[in-house]
């Protein structure tokens, strides 16, 4: 998993709450008080919460070019939907959105999503592509088109996979 700085901007959010679930051994952050508090959660609300988090993570794989297995990413809409923002203006002029009830994880998540979408950080959110890793990060290569969470780790396993693969083809030429 990936040790670098967390992604900008709300972004951190973001990728927080989707890392909250390690994917390989099945640890959940939101199991245990300290975890559920980062976010302000309730037990009670955990479980819409972990719906939340599937859906982030269908939509970062999906920024990645992979698809969850289970869901699509367009079900992030639903939670959306959930969390209307308003347009407000501050003295000097400027405007933002801003949710109509900020007191709710979606509603802290669709004004971090609305920010990232209009700076255009929002796609360089991606999910591992190791299946039994996924775990979220920021995208900050050049090109964009990082594929794992950590190179040394996750990108080594894939490679030395595919090295294998190759070596246990026997040779046609010989």
Same mark, same amino acid.
């Given at each position: 998993?990936?040790?670098?700085?967390?992604?900008?901007?709300?972004? $951190?959010?973001?990728?927080?709450?989707?890392?909250? !679930?390690?994917?390989? &051994?099945?640890?959940? $952050?939101?199991?245990?008080?300290?975890?559920?508090? +980062?976010?302000?959660?309730?037990?009670?609300?955990?479980?819409?919460?972990?719906?939340?988090?599937?859906?982030? =993570?269908?939509?970062?794989?999906?920024?990645?070019?992979?698809? /969850?297995?289970?869901?699509?990413?367009?079900?992030?809409?639903?939670?959306?939907?959930? /969390?209307?923002? !308003? +347009?407000?203006? @501050?003295?000097?002029? &400027? @405007?933002?959105?801003?949710?109509? &009830?900020?007191?709710?994880?979606?509603?802290?998540? /669709?004004?971090? !999503?609305?920010? $990232?979408?209009?700076?255009?950080? #929002?796609? =360089?959110?991606?999910?591992?592509?190791?299946?039994?890793?996924? #775990?979220?990060?920021?995208?900050?290569?050049?090109?964009?088109? =990082?594929?794992?969470?950590?190179?040394? +780790?996750?990108?080594?396993?894939?490679?030395?996979?595919?090295?294998?693969?190759?070596?246990? +083809?026997?040779?046609?030429?010989?």
């Amino acid at each position: 998993m990936n040790e670098k700085a967390p992604a900008p901007g709300g972004l $951190a959010l973001v990728e927080a709450l989707v890392n909250t !679930l390690d994917v390989e &051994t099945g640890a959940d $952050a939101l199991d245990a008080t300290e975890g559920r508090a +980062v976010f302000g959660l309730a037990e009670r609300d955990v479980p819409a919460a972990r719906e939340l988090r599937e859906a982030l =993570r269908a939509a970062c794989l999906a920024h990645a070019g992979h698809r /969850a297995p289970d869901r699509s990413a367009a079900a992030l809409d639903g939670f959306l939907a959930e /969390a209307p923002l !308003l +347009v407000t203006v @501050a003295e000097d002029g &400027t @405007a933002a959105l801003r949710p109509a &009830t900020p007191d709710t994880l979606v509603s802290r998540i /669709a004004e971090a !999503l609305a920010a $990232a979408a209009a700076d255009g950080t #929002w796609a =360089r959110l991606k999910a591992c592509e190791a299946e039994d890793c996924q #775990w979220a990060y920021y995208d900050r290569s050049p090109a964009g088109r =990082r594929r794992w969470c950590s190179m040394s +780790v996750c990108g080594a396993r894939a490679k030395m996979r595919t090295y294998r693969a190759r070596r246990s +083809v026997p040779d046609a030429s010989a």
